[in-house]
């Protein structure tokens, strides 16, 4: 695992410790979860913006649909094996 040093605001490592003693869990610990989360959070909303700019592009919609479609067969011939 790589060392990574970082400096935050006073009133944020004050909230930070006082989350990780309640949580009883280290500090960077309750950082990386946290930054899971958030990164986690970031591809979920690109997906979303992608799939609504498909929706407002019938061209896109339908090349889309067609990706779909070959992406359950790949999963139903995965299945049969």
Do not use: C, G, H
Not at 41 to 56: G, N, P, R
């Amino acid at each position: 695992m790589a060392t990574f040093t970082s400096s935050l605001p006073d009133e944020l490592l004050e909230k930070l410790s006082k989350e990780a003693k309640s949580l009883k869990v280290p500090k960077n610990k309750l950082i990386q979860k946290a930054l899971e989360f958030y990164l986690e959070k970031l591809d979920k909303a690109a997906f979303l913006k992608s799939y609504k700019m498909t929706a407002d592009d019938p061209e896109l919609a339908l090349l889309a649909e067609e990706d779909i479609e070959e992406w359950f067969r790949t999963l139903d011939e995965l299945d049969k094996e």
